[in-house]
């Protein structure tokens, strides 16, 4: 049950974070106001880098948000193309080849290649499919090419879904350059918000990235919590604390009506 409501979860925050995902960046209003969201679990470093990202659906969240995949779940596709113009199967069934977007850049400036992706699938967690996957083979700056040892009809299932976080890209230069400690320390992504700052276990704080290559995020702030007492983000949510609440029960959602109702009312 947790796990279909995580689910539901992710969707919402993509429908906030992506909205306009089938539209390249325009011109549009800058980004304002901050939106604070308590999760029910600890925010640790890990799911600031994709590479640790192996059959938990939590860290999707901060996916999500900070970074971006060549292929991901998105409302009404759960292989929605994103950082992959597009793909291709060979006759075979044994070859898949991604034609990257151009024009796309890392929060640093850095332009998304090739090699990005191939350091980003050499560095994931995620046993099966480093056993069913041959080589990774640069065709070009924009096209990379997946070989298998046999046909796998479950490859894109277990490439581009909540599965593993081996389709979600870092950059490979930066990542080489701190380390990875650093680079958990510090995440640079492809997402709709950059990385600010972090309190393991506690929060974390992120901005709009103004440069996001499709729609810019509405939102300029985005504030993360962990807050593992329902009670207490009940609290936060009645007494303006926070702008969304998750898994709280029937009981509580109708204390948080009666809450804004009389606030309202007062108001």
């Given amino acids: 049950m947790i796990a279909k409501r995580g689910v539901a979860l992710l969707i919402a925050l993509s429908l906030v974070l992506l909205s306009g995902v089938s539209e390249r960046a325009a011109s549009q209003t800058k980004p304002e106001g901050e939106m604070r969201w308590p999760l029910y679990v600890s925010l640790v470093p890990a799911w600031l880098d994709p590479a640790e990202v192996v059959g938990v659906l939590t860290p999707f969240w901060v996916l999500y948000a900070i970074h971006d995949a060549l292929v991901k ?23 898949y080849e991604f034609k990257l977007c151009e024009g796309v850049k890392f929060h640093n400036g850095e332009p998304l290649t090739a090699e990005d992706v191939k350091f980003s699938f050499q560095r994931a967690k995620g046993k099966i499919l480093h056993e069913k996957v041959k080589d990774v083979v640069i065709v070009d700056p924009l096209r990379v090419r997946f070989v298998l040892h046999e046909p796998w009809p479950d490859f894109m299932m277990f490439y581009g879904t909540f599965t593993s976080g081996a389709a979600w890209v870092v950059p490979k230069k930066y990542v080489e350059q701190v380390g990875v400690d650093g680079f958990k320390k510090h995440p640079i992504g492809l997402g709709p918000y950059k990385f600010v700052s972090s309190t393991p276990g506690a929060d974390l704080v992120m901005e709009a990235y103004e440069g996001y290559w499709r729609k810019m995020p509405s939102v300029k702030r985005l504030v993360f919590k962990s807050v593992p007492e329902a009670t207490t983000r009940l609290a936060m949510l009645t007494r303006g604390g926070v702008d969304v609440a998750y898994l709280l029960d029937a009981a509580m959602a109708q204390d948080v009506g009666q809450a804004l109702a009389f606030r309202t009312r007062t108001g």
């Fill in 73 to 95: 779940p998105m409302p009404g596709n759960m292989l929605t193309p994103s950082l992959a113009e597009s793909w291709t199967v060979s006759p075979d069934q044994k070859t």
